[in-house]
C-alpha cells in the first residue's frame, strides 16, 4: 500500500482498542492476585473457585438451559417467518419480527416484566419467561439469515421442482429445506450466542433464584469484584467464540449485515 | 385430435391483457414456436400450459382433456426454464434422476434412465459434477435431459438459448433439432429470436401483444407475411406506403409516391383503391451498374447512400428517387472483391414482378 | 405471478406460528405497556387497579405520569443527557471506524473475510465482560493510569480519575457498540467500484478530495445505517453508565430500571418507556430518510 501508512495506522490502532481490553481481561484471569492491578505470577486458582462455586455453576446450567431451548424455538419461528416473509412479502410480519431486534433491549425487557405479571401473577418470573423472552428476541436474527438466503437463490429452481412432479411438501423438503440449511443452523447459533450473553433482557425477566451467568457476573461486578469475573467471562468468550467462527463459515453473508 | 389444445384462453394482468383470446392446436411430435417481441404474452402461455398461472377465460386441454384442476406437479408436462434451474445442491445425475424419483421409479430403472439420457446429450462424463462445475451449454444440456427423461408429453423451453453465445447457440440450435427429432417429443419452444424459430420449427406462432397474428409453416412466415408486423418482425424488410391500382388472378399493380407503378404478386381479396404496403426482402432486390438489367418489371435509379459490409454478402441502403431509402443485398461472390459500389455511386436497383407481398397494416 | 392456489392455507401454516408468538409476547406487552402509562401506581409497586376496591384509593386512568415528566425539568436533562452521550459514542465511533472499514473495504479479497472475523471475534465476549475491562483500565489502580497519576503528582497536580465519570461511559459505549460501525460501513464501501476513484484522479483530484468528493457521499447509506446501529441501541442503555458512571451519570435507561425495579411505580416507568420509544423512533425515521436521500443522489 503505497501511501497508505495512516489508514494502515488508524485501523491498527482501531483494532488494538478492539482486542487490548480482552487481552487484559483473559490474562488477568491467570493473574495470582486478587486485584486487577498489576501481575504477580500464574495461576488456575480462579478456575477452580468458579467451579466450587455453586451460585455460578448453577447460573451456567441455567444459562445452557436457556440457550439451547430458546435458539431451537427460535430457530424453528425464525425460519417460518424468513420463509413467509421472502415468499408471501406480508405487511405486518416483518414489523413484528424486525423491531425486537432494533429497539433498545430495556424496552422488549420492562414490557415483558409488565406483560407477564399482569397476566399471570406476582410469581410469574421464571426460567420460563426468560426463554420465551429470549426467543422473541432471537426470532428475528434467525428470520434475518434465512430471508437473506432465499434472496440469494434463483427463483425458478422451486418451480423447477413442482414441474418435474413434486409436490410443495416434497418441494420443501428436498429442495428448500438442504438448500437453507447452512443458514438456519448458523442462525441457531447466532441465537445461542446472543442468549447466553443477554443482560438487558434477563435482567428484567428473571424470576427470584433464578440466575444466569450475564447476571452473576453483573452481581459480581457491582458487589465482590475478584478474578473469578475474569475466569468465566474467559471460558465465556471461548464458548461464543466458537458459535461464531462455525456460524461465519456457515452463511458468511448474514454477518455482513445483509438481508 | 390434436395432442396440445389452447382454446379460446385469455388472461389478463389489472388493465392489461397478456394473452387475449389466443386459439392454437399443436400436434404430437411438432416442433412448436411461440415466437414475438417481449411482452407479447408468449412466456405468460407458456407458464400457463405449465401450469404456473390459471387462464382468466378459456381451456387448455391434453388429449382432449381439461388441465384446468390439475396441479403442475400432475401435469405431464416439463419445462426448460430460462436459467436452467439445475438444482444446486444435487448432482447431474440426481438432477436427472429427480422427475424419475417423483415418479415412483424403481431404483433399477432410474439408474438406467439416466445413463440413457446422459448419453442422449453427450454427457457421459458428468454424471458425478454438480451444477456450479458446468459450462453454460453443459448445464443448457442437463436440463434438456431432465425435462425428457420421464417421457413427457409435450416439453416447454422457455428461450433456452437466450444466455449462450453466438457459436454456441447454432450449435445447440442443431443438438435441439436433432433430439427432438430422435425423441419424438411435443416441443414448444418460446423465443424472441426469429431466425432461430425459422430454424428450428415446423409451424410457428408469431404473436403481437396477446393475440397470435400468423400460425404457418417458417417457409409461409417469412415468404407470405399476413400482415406488415409479421413482415417486419421475421427478418429484414423494406416496407414502401402503396395504393392499388389494379387487381387481377395475375398480379397487382401498385402505385408508390414518388416511384410510378409498380408490379406485384396477386393477392386475394384485394381491391383497387386500397391503402397498404409493399413489403419487399433484401434479397429480392437486384443492384447493379445504372445501365443494366431491363429485363425486370420494376426498375429504379437510385443512389447508393451507405454500406454494410459482413464477409459472405454486401448490403446497400440505396436512396430512390422518391426519397425512400430501400436495402439491397449483393453476394461478395467474386474473391477478391470487397465491394461493388461505394457510397454515393449511382445504381439501378430492380426486382420481379412477382417479389414482394402486398400487405394491409 | 402464480395465481393463489391453496396458497392461503400453506401462508397461514407457515407465517401464522411466528406471528402468533410475537403478536402475544411481543406486540400485547407494547400495548400494555402502553396502557400501563396511563395508571395510577399501585400501593406496594406495580399497577394499581382499574376501579377503586378502597375508598381514596387512586385508581383508573390519568395522564399525571405525562404530566410529571413534562412539569420536572431533570427528566427532559436526563433525556438530553441520553442523546448527547448517544451522538458523542456515534460521532467517535464513525470516526473509529470509517478508517479501519476503508482498509478492510480496500484489501485483496482473501483477506477481507478474516478482518472482518477479526472485527466480528471480541463480540463474541459478554457484553458485560468488555465493560468490565474498562473498569480495569481506568480503575485508580490500573497499570496505566498509576503512572500518569504519578509524574502528576510529581507537578502537583491533582490525580485524574478516569472512572466513574462521564468519560468512562462514553468510553464504555464505544467499546461495545464500535463493531457495529465497522460493518455496515464496510459493507457499504465494499461495493464501491474502484473504476470511480481513478476516473476522479485522471480529472485532477487529489487524495483528500478523492476522499471527500467522491468516497465519502457514497458511503453516506453506509454511515446511515451505522448510526442508527449504534445510537439507538444507546439511548436505551442502562448497565455501562451505572458500572462505569457516577450518580450524574444516570441516563434514560436507568431512570427506567429505577422505576421498574427500586421505586416500583410502573406507571412512571411505563411513561418513560414510551419517551424513549418516541426518541427511538424520531431517530430511527430520520435515518431511514436520510439513507433514502442518500441513495437516490447516488
Redesign the interface.
Known sequence: MRRTWWLWGASLAAYAFLYVPLTIVVLFSFNDSKLNAEWVGFTWSWYRTLFDDDAMLAAARNSLFIAVTASLAATVLGTMAGIAMHRYRPRLLPFMVLTPVAMPEILLGVSLLVFFISVFGEQALSLATVIVAHTTFCIGFVAIIVRARLAGMDESIFEAARDLGATPWQTFRLITLPLIMPGVIAGTLMSFTLSIDDFVITFFTTGVGVSTLPLQIYTMIKVAVTPEVNAVSTLLMVLTLTMIVVASRLAPDALRGQG | MALLEIRNVTRRFGPLTAVDDVSVAIEAGEFFTLLGPSGCGKTTLLRMIAGFDLPDAGAILLDGRDLAGTPPEKRPIHTVFQSYALFPHMTVSQNIAFPLKMAGKSAGEISTKVKGALEQVHLEEKGAQYPHELSGGQKQRVALARGLVNQPRVLLLDEPLGALDAKLREEMQFELIELQRDIGVTFVFVTHAQPEALALSHRIAVMDRGRVVQLDEPSKIYGLPVNRFVADFIGKCNILDAAVVEASPGGLKLEVKGLGEIAAPAREGVRPGERGVLALRPEQVRIGPPDSQHDLKNHFTGRVHDLLYVGDITTYVVELPNGTRIEALLPNSAPGRATFFEKGDTVRVAWRHDAGNFLRD | ???P?AEPV??WL??G???L???V??????L??VA?SFRYPGEFG??APLAATRPGEDAGLTAENYGVFFSDWIYFQILAKSFGVALLTTLVCLV??Y??A???A?SPKRHR?FM??????????????????????L?D???FLRPINYLLAQFGAEPVSLLFNGFAVVVGMV?VH??FM???L??NLEKHDPVLLDAAQDLGAN?WSRFWRVTFPLSLPGIF?GT?LVF??V?????IPE?LGGKDDWMV?NM??EA??GTRD?PF??ML?IM??LA?LTV?GLAAWLARKGTARA
Request: hydrophobic share 60%.
Open positions: 405471478m402464480t395465481r392456489r400453506t401462508r407457515v407465517g406460528p411466528p406471528f408468538f410475537l403478536f409476547f411481543f406486540a400485547l406487552p407494547s400494555i405497556m400501563a406495580g399497577l473509529m471506524a478508517p479501519l476503508l482498509l478492510i480496500r473475510d472482518i472475523l477479526l472485527v466480528v471475534l471480541p463480540f463474541a465476549s459478554n457484553f458485560l465482560v468488555r465493560v468490565y475491562a474498562w473498569m480495569i483500565i480503575g489502580q490500573s497499570v467499546y464500535l463493531p465497522i460493518l455496515p464496510y459493507t487524495t445505517s442508527a439507538i441501541p439511548l436505551g442503555m442502562f448497565a458500572i435507561g427506567i430500571k421498574f425495579l410502573w416507568g411505563s418507556s424513549l420509544t427511538v430511527a
